[in-house]
């Protein structure tokens, strides 16, 4: 059997971009390295310190060391490691212990969300709904169950997002793709599946209003579509918010104010390191001679 190369390797574990992103990252550290193939924990340590010195950033550092254990499971799952010298080594950011950028998913991957078929004609409906909700407008589990049907102005094409302890409430556009499902669901599928006395938009297949452990069990079927990565309400959110500010380039007050951060610091941990400046960064501080 042939052995599978590097690139294709990330090129079926993660986005294109990421992909291309990270095997720049690995031929600098193996060309600049050129012992990496045996390196042990305490290597790689001296690299990463290395690193710090020459660049503080921790999204940039964290991304270098996501890179490098990416090349580490490549070699062990080709055979020519049996082990995997840096599998539990993590970079520890004070200001975001959470958010891990380069785990998060693209627009892209987060529509293949929607592509699942549903063996129950009013789920597929309900889901469809329940999902753009967390895509588009990247809401908390928390918040859509206690959307209301008074919460949504399809005239206007809005919905209301209510104050919690933690999050702003705000208003937000529904996309146009949005305005149709929302109608059928509300207008036709959610009067059939209603067995209470409830105005809450998302229902349960019973038929009673959807908990947060019910929307968790939505995305569950969808883990296999990804692996190597969570996928759950909190990670969809992560990302359509770093989606915004990395993809869609919408300032940071547009976005602080999209996702209801009360805090401007809180949205600024989503900016994501510009790749080239990566590249520049690496050229600059490990050149290869």
């Given at each position: 059997m042939e052995k599978i190369k590097l690139e294709d390797y990330l090129k079926q574990?993660?986005?294109?971009?990421?992909?291309?992103?990270?095997?720049?990252?690995?031929?600098?550290?193996?060309?600049?390295?050129?012992?990496?193939?045996?390196?042990?924990?305490?290597?790689i340590i001296n690299y990463m310190d290395e690193v710090t010195q020459k660049q503080s950033n921790t999204q940039y550092r964290i991304r270098i060391l996501s890179a490098i254990k990416k090349y580490y499971e490549y070699l062990v799952m080709t055979g020519v490691r049996k082990d995997h010298p840096c599998k539990k080594l993590?970079?520890?950011?004070?200001?975001?212990?959470?958010?891990?950028?380069?785990?998060?998913?693209?627009?892209?991957?987060?529509?293949l969300l929607l592509q699942r078929e549903n063996r129950y004609w009013f789920l597929e409906s309900r889901n469809n709904v329940l999902l753009s909700l967390l895509i588009y407008q990247g809401l908390t589990s928390e918040e859509i169950t206690k959307l209301e049907l008074k919460d949504i102005d399809l005239e206007n094409g809005t919905i209301y997002i209510k104050t919690s302890n933690t999050l702003n409430g705000r208003t937000l556009e529904l996309l146009n793709k949005q305005i149709l499902p929302l109608s059928k669901y509300i207008d036709e599928v959610r009067p059939k599946m209603l067995r209470c006395n409830t105005d809450k938009l998302i229902l349960n297949k019973l038929g009673k209003p959807i908990s947060v452990d019910g929307i968790h069990s939505v995305i569950d079927p969808l883990k296999n579509l990804f692996p190597d990565r969570k996928l759950n309400p909190q990670t969809i959110r992560m990302s359509v918010i770093c989606n915004w500010l990395n993809e869609k380039k919408y300032d940071l007050?547009?976005?602080?104010?999209?996702?209801?951060?009360?805090?401007?610091?809180?949205?600024?941990?989503?900016?994501?390191?510009?790749?080239?400046?990566?590249r520049e960064l690496i050229n600059r501080y490990f050149p290869i001679l």
């Amino acid at each position: 059997m042939e052995k599978i190369k590097l690139e294709d390797y990330l090129k079926q574990r993660l986005a294109e971009k990421t992909a291309q992103s990270y095997l720049f990252t690995i031929n600098n550290f193996i060309k600049t390295n050129p012992k990496c193939k045996r390196y042990k924990f305490h290597d790689i340590i001296n690299y990463m310190d290395e690193v710090t010195q020459k660049q503080s950033n921790t999204q940039y550092r964290i991304r270098i060391l996501s890179a490098i254990k990416k090349y580490y499971e490549y070699l062990v799952m080709t055979g020519v490691r049996k082990d995997h010298p840096c599998k539990k080594l993590n970079i520890k950011n004070r200001s975001n212990l959470d958010i891990q950028l380069q785990d998060l998913f693209s627009s892209e991957e987060l529509q293949l969300l929607l592509q699942r078929e549903n063996r129950y004609w009013f789920l597929e409906s309900r889901n469809n709904v329940l999902l753009s909700l967390l895509i588009y407008q990247g809401l908390t589990s928390e918040e859509i169950t206690k959307l209301e049907l008074k919460d949504i102005d399809l005239e206007n094409g809005t919905i209301y997002i209510k104050t919690s302890n933690t999050l702003n409430g705000r208003t937000l556009e529904l996309l146009n793709k949005q305005i149709l499902p929302l109608s059928k669901y509300i207008d036709e599928v959610r009067p059939k599946m209603l067995r209470c006395n409830t105005d809450k938009l998302i229902l349960n297949k019973l038929g009673k209003p959807i908990s947060v452990d019910g929307i968790h069990s939505v995305i569950d079927p969808l883990k296999n579509l990804f692996p190597d990565r969570k996928l759950n309400p909190q990670t969809i959110r992560m990302s359509v918010i770093c989606n915004w500010l990395n993809e869609k380039k919408y300032d940071l007050v547009k976005v602080q104010e999209l996702a209801g951060h009360k805090w401007p610091g809180t949205t600024e941990k989503y900016i994501r390191v510009d790749v080239n400046a990566e590249r520049e960064l690496i050229n600059r501080y490990f050149p290869i001679l």
